[in-house]
């Protein structure tokens, strides 16, 4: 199992298509924690004991509401990520006993634990300024708010002592190019 990792703009989700393209299973860890929280019915009794009964509107999860009342209270945030993370793990570890060549993508592959089933780690890195760029276009958000984001994560320096592997994705190869070069250093 590979890990997959990156911060916002760096290039992660596009280098990881482009895995998928040529036949790697990619587990999106934002997608799937989203799957689990919908579906999992203890995860969810879990998060509504945490956060209030508030965090549902006709069942569905207010996103919104549970970002607003995490957002500058670390304790809580840690709460639940305790709650999400573990289940997170549980499922890539069934999904990985039945499907070959997975690779596992998540912004905070290091900080949920999930590093600790890779085989190898991954990480894609690109200068602050293109991350920037990319991510401002991408989401249509002003440059406060990416750079908000961007602090949140782990920066490109620990990224790169971490990793196994080192993806610099910034705009000298293309896509196609740079997974190429990292099938063959797998």
């Known amino acids: 199992m590979i890990g997959l990792t990156g911060g916002i703009g760096s290039g992660k989700s596009t280098i990881a298509r482009e895995l998928a ?7 999106d860890t934002d997608s799937e924690a989203k799957r689990i929280i919908d579906t999992d019915s203890i995860v969810r009794q879990q998060l509504t004991d945490l956060l209030g009964e508030d965090i549902w509107d006709g069942g569905i999860y207010r996103r919104d509401v549970v970002a607003a009342r995490v957002f500058g209270h670390p304790a809580l945030l840690a709460q639940l990520n305790k709650i999400v993370h573990p289940a997170v793990a549980t499922d890539v570890v069934r999904v990985a006993a039945h499907t070959p060549a997975l690779v596992v993508e998540s912004a905070i592959l ?13 990480a894609v890195v690109a200068p602050k300024q293109i ?3 990319r991510a401002m276009r991408r989401d249509k958000a002003d440059i ?12 490109d320096d620990e990224l790169r ?13 293309s896509i196609e190019q740079l997974v190429t070069q990292l099938i063959e250093k797998l």
């Open 161 to 173: 002592l971490r990793a196994d592997i080192v993806v610099l994705n910034d705009g000298t190869y």
């Open 21 to 27: 393209r040529r036949g790697y299973h990619i587990y």
């Open 110 to 122: 290091y900080q949920s634990g999930l590093d600790r089933l890779c085989d190898r780690v991954v």
């Open 144 to 155: 406060s708010t990416i750079r908000a984001r961007m602090r949140a994560q782990m920066n």
């Open 131 to 133: 991350r920037l760029e």
